[in-house]
């Protein structure tokens, strides 16, 4: 069963802006914490926003400033707004939550000139 689906990744210039989306099923979204994570070749999965079920985020220091995390309740999705893309943003980008269920294909984001 698919219940995390990423989408709007794709390529873009440095500097550009991309808005990533993550559906799920109202049994994970209804749970406390989403998250943002990616990873790229040959480094281990990173997080890199965070968003509670009342709105609070968190963001990794790399994307601070850059990136945007918000929720839409009734339609169980998260969302990653990407703003001043750099080329070391490029990386497949999964959702999650905690305790982690079984992860997604995730979105590919390619930042390049």
């Known amino acids: 069963q698919v219940q995390l689906v990423e989408s709007g990744g794709g390529l873009v210039q440095p500097g550009g802006s991309l808005r990533l989306s993550c559906a799920t099923s109202?049994?994970?979204?209804?749970?406390?914490?989403m998250h943002w994570f990616r990873q790229a070749p040959g480094k281990q999965r990173e997080l890199v926003a965070t968003i509670t079920s009342s709105g609070m985020t968190g963001y990794a220091d790399s994307v601070k400033g850059r990136f945007a995390i918000s929720r839409d309740n009734a339609k169980n999705t998260v969302y990653l707004q990407m703003n001043s893309l750099k080329p070391e943003d490029t990386a497949v980008y999964y959702c999650?939550?905690?305790?982690?269920?079984?992860w997604g294909q995730g979105t590919q984001v390619t930042v390049s000139s």
């Open positions: 109202r049994t994970i979204f209804s749970g406390n914490i």
């Open positions: 999650n939550t905690f305790p982690s269920r079984d």
